[in-house]
Nanobody
C-alpha cells in the first residue's frame, strides 16, 4: 500500500488549498480514507474522512471550511481547504482505515493502518 499526499504550501489567512492523496496497492473504492494533521508541538488529530459510500465526517474545527471528496477512478482522495487560518498550519496526512474500523472510531489514528508521508501546510496571518 502506498499513499502519496501533495498540494501543501505557504498561504495567507483566508486563502484556499486543495490537498490530494493518490493511493495504490489496494482496492481503493472499498476503503475509508481519512485526513489527519499534526501541528508544531501537537499530537496528530483527525481532520476529515470519507467512507467507500462517500459518507463524510469532519472535525468541528474544520466543519464548513474543509471538504473531503474522492475519485475512485483515479484512486485519489482530496481535501479542499477554504478560509484557512493560522491554526490550520500542520503537516497533513492521508490514511487508509482498517476494514474492521467502526464509524464511531474513525476519528482515531489507531483506526487507520496505512499512512502517507504528509504534506506541509503553512498559513500566515
Amino acid at each position: 500500500v502506498q499513499l502519496q499526499a501533495s498540494g501543501g504550501g505557504l498561504v495567507q489567512a483566508g486563502d484556499s488549498l486543495r490537498l490530494s492523496c493518490t493511493a495504490s496497492g489496494f482496492q481503493f473504492n472499498r476503503y475509508t480514507l481519512g485526513w489527519f494533521r499534526q501541528g508544531p508541538g501537537k499530537e496528530r488529530e483527525f481532520v476529515a474522512r470519507i467512507k467507500w459510500d462517500r459518507n463524510t465526517g469532519y472535525a468541528d474545527s474544520v466543519k464548513g471550511r474543509f471538504t473531503v471528496t474522492r475519485d475512485n477512478a483515479k484512486s485519489t482522495v482530496y481535501l479542499q481547504m477554504n478560509s484557512l487560518k493560522p491554526e490550520d498550519t500542520a503537516v497533513y496526512y492521508c490514511a487508509v482505515a482498517r476494514r474492521e474500523a467502526i464509524i464511531s472510531a474513525l476519528r482515531l489514528p489507531a483506526s487507520y493502518e496505512n499512512w502517507g508521508q504528509g504534506t506541509l501546510v503553512t498559513v500566515s496571518s
